[in-house]
């Protein structure tokens, strides 16, 4: 191995680690191929220790302004909005300092979104014969902050972003639409190009559970056809939408169960609209569970659920968690029509799509499902193949490495 494929690398993550299985996944690679790995992760919830080691990965996980269920979202009340964003600046200068004070040598940064490229590109301006700066932008910045602070500061946030990413010396994305976007930025931005790696959201074999779909139904109890969800509950999904198909499967006397799996800022509403439907006894909602946990649900339903609600472009170019994650169970995926989802999904044979979020237009197509098993098994089994022949992250992780074997 090189030198140069040596070099510590400190990645930059405005989450706690222990809950983004991708950045887990990037690490533990990079480890594994001979780099010291650092991750300084944002503490949102006072939950993590302050230093740890995680599979051979060193995780420094600062609280900032205390830590606490103020800061689980951004799209609370105003106050709660702004202590967010005042802390997500704090960030930037506490991992400034940290690389200022621990880093003596050439090493990488790794920033992690758009929340983490200002402390990456200062670090590479303050360094710059010592940094090198890779981006890994999961979600499309110009959007993503026009859904949380509105329009005005989506579109400021993707001219900084713009502005900054000529800085990078590599760029990581999760899509094929999205690296387009970059190559976009880089023809506006400055004369200087960038290799642009894809890195789809693919599952690590490791982390899939053992055992068929029957064992798990019996495991938790599940009879009938089984619907899933598993991921942020955020109100790009047609969350309500799918609680209200699974109030008509009710009246309809049809033998189904709903599981939705996952935290954010949805929890607490659909919980509400389950009680007021008495639909405890169909709809199982779960609070977040560990990646591995998250997948045995996934991997004991029929049909995972993956609608999004009149998508904006971000939700609409994305490749989800879902879509992989879904895949390597075997479960087929429904998407919604017109969408990069969609695409993937329809060129394998893994799923079927709703042309939109309408409850009714769900109700037709989960009953779709309910009445072509067959279809289904075929589906099933051309998930698993396709998550065999390409879409996991061994593959992935080659693809991955190759991207750092030129920093």
Known sequence: MTRNERKPVVMLLAKPYSVDTRVKNEAETLTGAGHKVTVLSWDRWGREQKEA???????????????????????GSGSSKLNYALSAVLLQFYCVAWCIRNMKEEYIVHANDFNTLIAGVALRLIKPGQVRLVYDCHELTPTVYAEWYGA?????????ERTLVRYADAVVTVSP???????????????????VTVLYNTVKSSDLPSGDKAYWRGRFGLTGFVFTFVGAMRGVYALDELVEAAKMFKESAIPANFVIVGGGDEFAALERKIA??????RVRLIPQLPNKEALEYLKAGDVSFGVYRSPDTNARIA????????MACGTPVMVLENTTAWNLVKENGIGFAVASSNTSEIYEKLLWAVNHPDALADMSSRAREAYGRYYNWESASQQFRAAYSCL
């Not at 190559?183 to 190009?193: E, M, N, V």
Request: net charge positive; no cysteine.
């Open 53 to 75: 080691s995680v599979n051979g990965v060193d995780v420094v996980s600062p609280r900032l302004m205390g830590g606490s269920d103020l800061f689980a979202s951004n799209k």
């Open 152 to 160: 005005i500061v989506g579109a400021a946030a993707g001219l900084f």
């Open 177 to 195: 639409s999205f690296a387009r976007y970059f190559a976009t930025l880089t023809r506006r931005a400055s004369s200087k190009s960038f290799p």
């Open 276 to 281: 007021s439907y008495n639909l405890n006894g």
């Open 319 to 326: 490749l989800p968690w879902k879509v992989f994650e879904a």
